[in-house]
C-alpha cells in the first residue's frame, strides 16, 4: 500500500434525483447512490483563520480513482463520521491524470458544508 492509498477513507455519495412523493406528485431529493473511496486535503490552521474572518468557506482538493462517478454538485458524507459532509464544487472529469500517469487519479474542490442541500 502506497503513501497516497493510506490517505483514502470511504464516502457515501449522494445525487439530486427526482422521485415519486407516493402521491402521484414529483419532489427532488438527494439519494444515496454509492460509496466511493476519496483523500480530502485538510485546510491548514491559516487558511480556516482567514476563512472565519471573511465568512468565507474553505475549498479543499479531493482526490478519487479515475472511475469514481463523482460530478460538481454530488454530496460526500463520511462512511466513519456522518458529520462531515463535502459538496462537490468543480468538475473532476476537468483535472484527471494523464493516461501515461501509474497513477489513475481524477482531482476535484469541495467544500465542507453543514449537511446535504446546504
Known amino acids: ?3 497516497l492509498e493510506t490517505m483514502f477513507a470511504d ?3 449522494y445525487e439530486r434525483q ?4 407516493g402521491e402521484g406528485d414529483f419532489t427532488r431529493k438527494y439519494v ?4 466511493v473511496p476519496a483523500a480530502v486535503s485538510f485546510p491548514t ?10 465568512k468565507a468557506s474553505v475549498t479543499s482538493t479531493a482526490l478519487f480513482k479515475n472511475n469514481a462517478p463523482i460530478l460538481r454538485n454530488h454530496y460526500l458524507v463520511s462512511v466513519e463520521d456522518n458529520d462531515v459532509v463535502y459538496r462537490v464544487t468543480s468538475d473532476p472529469r476537468e483535472k ?8 489513475p487519479l481524477m482531482q476535484a474542490d469541495v467544500t ?4 446535504i442541500g446546504t
Open 32 to 35: 444515496e447512490i454509492g460509496t
Open 45 to 54: 490552521t491559516t487558511e480556516k483563520l482567514i476563512a472565519e474572518g471573511l
Open 11 to 13: 464516502y457515501k455519495l
Open 112 to 115: 465542507r458544508v453543514g449537511a
Open 96 to 103: 484527471m491524470a494523464p493516461s501515461i500517469s501509474t497513477l
Open 18 to 21: 427526482t422521485v415519486s412523493d
Open 1 to 3: 500500500m502506497t503513501l
